[in-house]
């Protein structure tokens, strides 16, 4: 069984920085590949930031230079470092990690967390 967990969300000032984790647990081998996503009121969810197999990462023009992604492997962790927010960032954020279990891959999703940007 296998469970995947975002944590860090709040409420932040305008300006202000966040670190959100995604822990995987359970029974799995590696992690292949991980993405942020997130998804505001009324809008559909949209890919923030990823991490693919090969290591490199890419991020949505409006969170360049500002969000971060990177990974833990000892620690089965990914997380995203979110400076510099802005109120446009306020959303509900997922974390989507594709797992190995011996030579099968399969994605998981977290339950979401909330991130509130204040202006």
């Known amino acids: 069984q296998v469970q995947v967990v975002e944590s860090g969300g709040g409420l932040v000032q305008a300006g202000g920085s966040l670190r959100l984790s995604c822990a995987a647990s359970?029974?799995?081998?590696?992690?292949?590949?991980a993405d942020w996503y997130r998804q505001a009121p009324g809008k559909a969810r949209e890919l923030v930031a990823l991490?693919?197999?090969?290591?490199?990462?890419n991020y949505a023009d409006s969170v360049k230079g500002r969000f971060t992604i990177s990974r833990d492997n000892a620690k089965r962790t990914v997380y995203l470092q979110m400076n510099s927010l802005k109120p446009e960032d306020t959303a509900v954020y997922y974390c989507?990690?594709?797992?190995?279990?011996?030579?099968?891959?399969?994605?998981?999703w977290g339950q979401g967390t909330q991130v509130t940007v204040s202006s």
């Open positions: 991490f693919s197999r090969s290591g490199s990462t």
């Open positions: 989507n990690v594709g797992l190995w279990t011996g030579t099968r891959r399969a994605d998981y």
């Open positions: 359970g029974t799995f081998s590696s992690i292949d590949d």
